[in-house]
């Protein structure tokens, strides 16, 4: 069974960094492309980044470039997200999402989230 | 960027009718659509991939449809645990989602 377990998130304030973590586990985590997805509070969805198979190939939304770094780790099965530079518009449930396969395809299992708060 | 545009935003329709919600793309994402799921408290949940292929497990009750730039989900015979949030993604380039459809009973 695929499970992906997120870590990391808390009350962070304006301008100040946070590193997302997701642990997965029931795949062979190094053959899937993966992203981060995040939902802020009653909004609709909207992908942050994603990174290819071996970690090589990365992509981040405008709304974020710059400012966060996705990044993986295949030898511990674990994704991560550097946030810096905080803003509150980036308060949000953040998923990790493994991805059917390589990049740009759909989304075939979410974590949980973690809620990451910016606030001063 | 490619904007996806949901209608309705909320539906209303009865326990064992039909529901048919809508997507479409400011451009042609061909086939490469999916739609989720999302239920409060919980993570999406992948339903259909391709315009049309139900992912693993989902019920024969859903389907979907469309290429290019309009695409439907429809629930047919609604189910009590099917009135939820609805969300159609493009993955032609990169990833959108649209806003949302909240189904909810009538």
Same mark, same amino acid.
């Given at each position: 069974?695929? !499970? ?8 962070? !304030?304006?301008?100040? $960094? ?16 993966? $992203? ?12 942050? $980044? ?31 997200? !550097? ?28 974590? !949980? ?8 | ?106």
């Amino acid at each position: 069974e695929v !499970q992906l377990l997120e870590s990391g998130g808390g009350l962070v !304030q304006p301008g100040g $960094s946070l590193r997302l973590s997701c642990e997965a586990s029931g795949f062979t985590f190094s053959s899937y492309a993966m $992203s981060w997805v995040r939902q802020a509070p009653g909004k609709g969805l909207e992908w942050v $980044s994603a990174i290819s198979t071996n970690g090589y190939s990365t992509y981040h939304a405008d709304s974020v470039k710059g400012r966060f770094t996705i990044s993986r780790d295949n030898s511990k099965n674990t994704l991560y997200l !550097q946030m810096n530079s905080l803003r509150a518009d980036d308060t949000a449930i953040y998923y990790c999402a493994k991805v059917d396969g390589y990049n740009w395809n759909p989304f075939d299992s979410w974590g !949980q989230g973690t809620l990451v708060t910016v606030s001063s | 960027e490619i904007v996806m545009t949901q209608s309705p935003a909320t539906l209303s329709v009865s326990p064992g009718e039909r529901a048919t919600l809508s997507c479409r793309a400011s451009q042609s994402v061909s086939s490469k659509l999916a739609w989720y799921q999302q239920k409060p408290g919980q993570a999406p949940r992948l339903l259909i991939y391709g315009a049309s292929t139900r992912a693993t497990g989902i019920p024969a009750r859903f389907s979907g449809g469309g290429s290019g730039t309009e695409f439907t989900l429809t629930i047919s015979s609604l189910q009590s645990e099917d009135f939820a949030l609805y969300y159609c993604q493009q993955y032609s380039n990169f990833y959108t989602f649209g806003q949302g459809t909240k189904l909810e009973i009538q």
